[in-house]
């Protein structure tokens, strides 16, 4: 199984800042995922962060707002641009139990407040 | 596209009551289904799996059955606990391969309460 650490864990911002959430992984992977879940919601796949590609982004999400980086198979970054209090959530970042994809094991999340 | 359907919430129990919160899907080929819970404060966990038809997944006292015929993945658990209040999440993870590859798509969530 994956262990997936996530920094920081919470973090209340200014609006018009950017925030850099990080993922580790304890093992190598191919993919791993960025989710957002805003409050009283489900979680939305924001974009899939490919080793030496470029990310994938679902529709509703950008690039210029959402900059991934995936500069290694263990590690990515999102960053949350220009940020509002609208950008107020929780990101979960995951990554699959094995080559399968068939499960994905999730990191604690960072709680976001944009004030 | 993919789609989960939850019951709507919030669930509100008396402990050692039996717990059903329905779940429906809409995908292309043979999805592979979870339940997810989330404990207040904590991070998403995997609570089972299923990932053919018939099968049933169980974990902690919770069930569920993978029906292709219903498109359902209902949870249920014979006698809850106050420790089982929690927000459950039932997902699936497209096995059509392509852009769809390995992404979860997720319910809305039922929140749980499991009153002493």
């Known amino acids: 199984s994956a262990v997936i650490s996530q920094k920081p864990s919470r973090d209340i911002c200014q609006r018009g800042t950017s925030l850099t959430i990080q993922c580790q992984v304890d093992s190598q992977v191919t993919m791993m995922f960025w989710y957002r879940q805003q409050p009283g919601q489900s979680l939305t796949l924001i974009a899939t962060a490919n080793q030496g590609s470029e990310a994938t982004y679902e529709s509703g999400f950008v690039i210029d707002k959402f900059p991934i980086s995936r500069p290694n198979l263990t590690f990515s970054t999102l960053t949350v641009s220009n940020m509002s209090p609208e950008d107020s959530s929780i990101y979960l970042c995951?990554?699959?139990?094995?080559?399968?994809?068939?499960?994905?094991?999730f990191g604690p999340g960072t709680r976001l407040t944009v004030l | 596209g993919d789609s989960v359907t939850q019951m709507e919430g919030p669930v509100t129990l008396s402990e050692e009551a039996f717990l059903t919160i329905n779940c429906t899907y809409t995908?292309?080929?043979?999805?592979?289904l979870f339940w997810y819970v989330q404990y207040p404060g904590e991070g998403l966990q995997l609570l089972l799996k299923?990932?053919?038809?018939?099968d049933k997944g169980s974990n902690k006292g919770f069930e569920a059955t993978y029906r292709k015929e219903t498109t359902s993945f209902h949870l249920e658990k014979g006698s809850v606990q106050v420790s089982d209040s929690a927000v459950y999440f039932c997902?699936?993870?497209?096995?059509?391969?392509?852009?769809?590859?390995?992404?979860?798509?997720f319910g809305q969530g039922t929140i749980l309460t499991v009153h002493p």
């Open positions: 299923a990932t053919k038809a018939d």
């Open positions: 997902a699936l993870i497209s096995n059509a391969g392509g852009t769809s590859y390995g992404k979860l798509t």
């Open positions: 995951s990554a699959p139990r094995d080559r399968t994809y068939n499960e994905q094991f």
């Open positions: 995908a292309t080929g043979y999805p592979s």
